[in-house]
């Protein structure tokens, strides 16, 4: 089974600096990945997702991460970020064969940024 | 406008009552799933159904139900309510019950038990 590891709960950075919020997963293949974003009092939205190919994806809001098959990771950043860019991030990951297609998410990472 | 409808944003509950999450999506999907996020625990999934069939039914407690009327509704009863229960309910859904397809998830239905 597929598992994510999100290893900083929260992370608190200054408006305009750069961003790096950490993921880990664990599956036995290369595997879908996605990250999400929950705003206060709102579901989850998807900001990027990676199946394949460049291992550095886009999304929105300047947003982007970068999987790693050596380091089972996919990190995402951002150069600069706005105060509206506080919440909470979530990475998830979903098994590419086997039947088990639900995605399952880390922990999140609450991010604060003071203006 | 939102796509994914649930009601009611909020609900409290006393414990041993039943109650019943409403979930409506019109995104034309044909998977819907529930999750459940409280304090405890991180994002959780519990059902996934497509096609008004149920698919993956990770929720140990039979005390769950997810009932689909039509395509585009998934409602979800909890009977004989915990404090434990409390949490916030988020139904989701997807083009296809598939594991490279993007989850459009509902606001929520915090549900808070006495």
């Known amino acids: 089974a597929q598992s994510v590891t999100q290893p900083d709960a929260r992370v608190t950075v200054s408006e305009g600096a750069s961003l790096q919020l950490r993921c880990k997963y664990s599956?036995?293949?290369?595997?879908?990945l996605f990250w999400y974003v929950q705003y206060p009092r709102q579901g989850l939205q998807m900001l990027l997702k990676y199946y394949s190919g460049d291992p550095v994806v886009q999304g929105v809001n300047g947003f982007e991460a970068e999987f790693s098959k050596s380091d089972s990771s996919f990190h995402l950043r951002k150069a600069s970020v706005h105060w509206s860019d506080s919440a909470v991030y979530f990475c998830?990951?979903?098994?590419?064969?086997?039947?088990?297609?639900?995605?399952?998410f880390g922990k999140g990472t609450s991010l604060v940024v003071h203006p | 406008d939102p796509k994914i409808i649930q009601k009611p944003k909020y609900l409290v509950a006393v414990t041993g009552s039943e109650k019943i999450l409403i979930c409506e999506q019109y995104l034309g999907h044909n998977a819907m799933y529930w999750y459940r996020q409280s304090a405890k625990k991180p994002l959780e999934f519990m059902f996934s159904y497509s096609y008004q069939k149920l698919m993956d039914n990770q929720t140990a407690s039979s005390r769950f139900q997810p009932q689909s009327s039509k395509k585009n509704h998934l409602d979800l009863q909890i009977t004989a309510l915990k404090p434990d229960d409390s949490a916030t309910y988020f139904c989701a859904s997807s083009q296809g019950h598939s594991n490279t397809g993007q989850l459009y998830f509902g606001e929520g239905s915090k549900l808070t038990v006495l």
């Open positions: 998830a990951v979903s098994a590419t064969s086997g039947g088990n297609y639900k995605p399952t």
């Open positions: 599956y036995s293949a290369t595997p879908y």
